[in-house]
């Protein structure tokens, strides 16, 4: 099977901090527009351009008030048209953000279903009794949600309580209604009869839930995935949604399936011969190093075995069956240069890193400011944060153990969703280029040396490093090896090294990366090299067929036949 999306490079537009088009602090839909020849230079056909719609922004964006208007920060669908019409002009294909799982709280669904328990709009979301106990309410069940606190909120109007598994401003809809996928499909159709390309499916593995019992883990409220994530009508409401929308506009799909989707429920998703997605975001390898168990981030360890393991796992099970994208981070995790790779070699970890992940098989999505090795920001007290999530789970842990609140804020400063969220750098300029004035959030301080206007003139940069990969995967003589070809790690047990090969009928590729900031060897007595195809350093030390591979070195080469 092959299809556009299977060799197309992605790059994932966090609107609010990419560019602002209008100087009013805050990045829009004009600045993304003005920033489309810029994207296709670098090598990027489809974008996925995180929530626009009208919101109170609670949670920046994932809480839809109405989704058939651009919230004013962004712009209108005017802009949006003219975004679309560049694109479309410069063949860079979109896919907007779809928030199936739950809707603002002043949606005007809520609003109405809020009312009255015979409201029209009353079974769109999930409500309850409370339970009653010695004569107090509580809420239906222990279930804790993703950004701390009950899963569930008291409405006095009716006296009963909500489900909203995010925050108190993002209650969940009952899919159990079929009016509520009704109501997702005609929305579909709305945009991609403006002409987009596809969705990117938001939390999409929570919207089923399991009958409302407490969950065992604990008398008191804790976060409890099983309760909902991946449960079996997940698979028919997609079903419905693909037959309603997907399939008939035939449009490429990715689904964010948190909540440790196992590979077998991926494969329901997204397989070739699903009747549900295109592909799915997981997230089993974005947490392998020891963020969690540390206090000063200079004790960062990646567990280069552990993240091996589990992207090969993925690449095993997927190899005949469906499709894969490649992606390091979205704008819920760490910068990937201060999370997998090593500041001290900052220019060939981020070099490798993109190695390793966009030659394999799959699909390449990027995040903005990947391309130019963004750094996590310098948080140092919790007033810097924006993030909901962050400030709620903060709180909530201090509520339960207040002696030992400064740990939590550093950890939770270490891991915030906050660092992906400052400023994208274009230049060195104020405010790094991103708006002339005050920006809604932080810069990094480090723009003056790290941005894109200075790694665009430079040919060593890891932008440049980017783009060649990006050109070698679409426009090269190995573009069909590395879009099609089959994925096999080698030197598995290899606590630095991440080795594979690409292969198609008449090419073997070879990728190799180095975790190590020390010298490491690798003999390629049964792999030679017949033609470098990229590296990060600017030549190859081999001597007698074993290269020495420097800190954080990348290869990859076309192995010679050996007959
Ligand atoms: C997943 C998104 O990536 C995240 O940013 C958001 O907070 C939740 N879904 C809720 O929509």
């Known amino acids: 099977m092959k299809k556009w999306w299977m060799e197309a490079i992605g790059y994932q537009i966090y609107i609010k901090s990419f560019k602002d088009g209008n100087n009013d602090g805050i990045g829009d839909l004009k600045g993304i527009t003005d920033k489309l020849d810029y994207l296709h230079l670098l090598g990027v056909n489809l974008i996925w351009i995180t929530p626009f719609y009208d919101s109170p922004m609670d949670d920046n964006g994932y809480d839809v008030r109405d989704y058939f208007k651009v919230a004013d920060c962004y712009g209108s669908i005017d802009d949006f048209k003219i975004l679309l019409s560049k694109a479309k002009k410069l063949n860079i294909k979109v896919i907007l953000d779809f928030v199936l799982n739950h809707t603002s709280d002043e949606h005007n669904w809520f609003l109405e279903s809020r009312k009255s328990k015979n409201n029209p709009y009353r079974d769109y979301y999930i409500w309850q009794k409370p339970k009653v106990i010695d004569g107090m309410n509580h809420p239906p069940t222990n279930w804790g949600s993703f950004f701390g606190g009950s899963a569930w909120k008291y409405d006095e109007i009716t006296n009963e309580y909500y489900m909203k598994i995010f925050s108190d401003k993002m209650p969940d809809l009952n899919w159990k209604n079929d009016k509520v996928i009704e109501s997702m499909i005609d929305i579909g159709k709305w945009w991609l009869d403006l002409g987009i390309d596809g969705f990117r499916l938001d939390a999409v593995s929570h919207l089923s839930k399991a009958p409302f019992e407490d969950s065992k883990f604990s008398n008191d409220i804790v976060l409890d995935w099983f309760k909902f994530s991946n449960l079996p009508n997940n698979h028919t409401y997609l079903n419905k949604m693909?037959?309603?929308?997907?399939?008939?506009?035939?449009?490429?799909?990715?689904?964010?399936?948190?909540?440790?989707?196992?590979?077998?429920?991926?494969?329901?998703?997204?397989?070739?011969?699903?009747?549900?997605?295109?592909?799915?975001?997981?997230?089993?390898?974005?947490?392998?190093?020891?963020?969690?168990?540390?206090?000063?981030?200079?004790?960062?360890?990646?567990?280069?075995?552990?993240?091996?393991?589990?992207?090969?796992?993925?690449?095993?099970?997927?190899?005949?069956?469906?499709?894969?994208?490649?992606?390091?981070?979205?704008?819920?995790?760490?910068?990937?240069?201060?999370?997998?790779?090593?500041?001290?070699?900052?220019?060939?970890?981020?070099?490798?890193?993109?190695?390793?992940?966009?030659?394999?098989?799959?699909?390449?999505?990027?995040?903005?400011?990947?391309?130019?090795?963004?750094?996590?920001?310098?948080?140092?007290?919790?007033?810097?944060?924006?993030?909901?999530?962050?400030?709620?789970?903060?709180?909530?842990?201090?509520?339960?153990?207040?002696?030992?609140?400064?740990?939590?804020?550093?950890?939770?400063?270490?891991?915030?969703?906050?660092?992906?969220?400052?400023?994208?750098?274009?230049?060195?300029?104020?405010?790094?280029?991103?708006?002339?004035?005050?920006?809604?959030?932080?810069?990094?301080?480090?723009?003056?040396?790290?941005?894109?206007?200075?790694?665009?003139?430079?040919?060593?940069s890891i932008w440049s490093y980017y783009q060649k990969l990006f050109s070698l995967r679409r426009f090269s003589k190995y573009s069909n090896t590395l879009i099609y070809g089959t994925y096999e790690m080698i030197h598995k047990d290899d606590p630095n090294l991440f080795i594979y090969l690409r292969k198609s009928d008449n090419e073997k590729i070879l990728v190799m990366g180095s975790f190590s900031s020390q010298n490491q060897s690798f003999d390629t007595s049964n792999y030679p090299i017949l033609e470098v195809i990229i590296q990060n350093y600017d030549d190859i030390s081999i001597e007698n067929q074993i290269i020495n591979l420097r800190p954080y070195e990348s290869i990859s080469y076309k192995v010679k036949e050996q007959k």
């Not at 037959?243 to 008939?248: I, M």
């Not at 002696?403 to 274009?426: V, Y």
């Open 242 to 460: 693909y037959e309603g929308l997907f399939k008939p506009y035939d449009v490429f799909t990715i689904g964010e399936v948190g909540g440790q989707a196992s590979i077998d429920e991926a494969i329901k998703y997204s397989a070739f011969k699903s009747n549900e997605l295109s592909m799915v975001f997981n997230f089993d390898h974005n947490w392998h190093n020891n963020i969690h168990d540390i206090l000063d981030l200079k004790d960062l360890k990646v567990n280069v075995l552990a993240l091996k393991e589990t992207l090969n796992k993925w690449q095993e099970t997927f190899k005949k069956i469906g499709w894969l994208p490649l992606n390091w981070l979205n704008h819920d995790q760490p910068r990937l240069v201060s999370h997998y790779g090593n500041q001290n070699y900052h220019n060939e970890s981020a070099k490798m890193l993109a190695t390793i992940m966009y030659l394999s098989r799959g699909t390449p999505f990027i995040y903005q400011g990947e391309e130019i090795g963004m750094t996590n920001f310098p948080f140092n007290d919790l007033s810097q944060i924006d993030d909901i999530s962050t400030l709620n789970s903060v709180k909530n842990q201090i509520s339960k153990n207040p002696d030992n609140s400064q740990a939590i804020i550093d950890k939770a400063l270490m891991t915030t969703r906050d660092h992906p969220r400052t400023m994208m750098q274009w230049d060195d300029t104020k405010f790094a280029g991103f708006s002339e004035v005050k920006p809604w959030f932080h810069v990094n301080p480090n723009y003056k040396i790290i941005n894109v206007k200075d790694q665009m003139n430079d040919s060593s």
